[in-house]
């Protein structure tokens, strides 16, 4: 009986330390498979922000048949009208406009010329982020039937806009126009703690854009409808 006991416990201790065993070895790849992780994500921003820094608006441009303008940054919309004014595409959308601002308000700021205005500049008030800006151009671009846009927007931007748009308008041909307005080449970001933040916020997003792409959360679809030009507010934003 007392035989039978102790086998009982020699078990119950085996059962034990391999359970410990089991638990350090999960630990160690658990801890592994982090520090894996952070140096993938630090080297990945490295190499995410060697690119920004080499963006720049190109000497040349293609024509197309639309522009599209992100808010959110300076100089986009004076570049936009620009090549709006050098015949680059036949009409201008600016994506993600405040509700309250009308499109005098931003002629003014810019100095655009009314009638170019006019004729030819649409505004979307809807679009609340990049996404968002996504999904109205694809309106804008269905409802025109166009097959080839500029898309312009700062250059620490223009990797998600690129990526955003490009799912939405997969048979559309977007075109980059980077707006440069603080150099970042040869690693003049590193010290520059201000676009140090800026690049590691936007490189973030980014990486979760990218694991959008792999699982979607959500299917985007162009309905048709066009935002609504001039001076019509669409939603906050």
């Not at 350090?24 to 140096?39: E, H, K």
């Not at 959308?93 to 100095?111: F, H, K, M």
């Not at 998600?160 to 440069?180: D, H, N, T």
């Not at 690693?187 to 990486?207: F, H, I, Q, S």
Request: glycine share 10%; aromatic share 4%; charged share 20%.
């Amino acid at each position: 009986m007392m035989q039978e006991t102790q086998q009982g416990r020699d078990g119950q201790g085996a059962q034990l330390r391999r359970s410990r065993s089991g638990a350090r070895v999960a630990l160690r790849l658990a801890g592994l498979t982090a520090l894996l992780t952070i140096i993938a994500f630090l080297a990945g921003f490295g190499l995410f922000a060697d690119h920004i820094g080499h963006l720049a608006a190109p000497g040349e441009i293609e024509d197309a048949d639309g522009i599209i303008v992100l808010t959110g940054g300076q100089s986009r919309i004076d570049a936009a009208i620009g090549l709006l004014k050098a015949g680059k595409g036949k009409r201008l959308l600016i994506s993600g406009v405040n509700p309250i601002a009308r499109a005098d308000d931003l002629r003014v700021a810019t100095g655009g010329d009314k009638a170019l205005f006019e004729c030819c500049v649409d505004i979307d008030h809807a679009a609340l982020d990049t996404i968002g800006n996504a999904e109205e151009s694809a309106k804008w671009v269905t409802a025109n039937t166009y097959g080839s846009i500029i898309l312009v927007t700062n250059n620490y931007h223009m990797p998600r806009s690129l990526l955003e748009m490009r799912r939405i308008l997969p048979e559309a041909r977007v075109q980059p126009y980077p707006v440069v307005n603080t150099p970042l080449d040869d690693g003049a970001w590193l010290a520059k703690p201000d676009a140090l933040r800026v690049l590691a916020t936007e490189y973030t997003k980014y990486v979760a854009a990218l694991i959008r792409e792999v699982v979607p959360l959500r299917r985007h679809v162009a309905s048709g409808v066009p935002p609504r030009p001039k001076t019509a507010a669409a939603g906050p934003s």
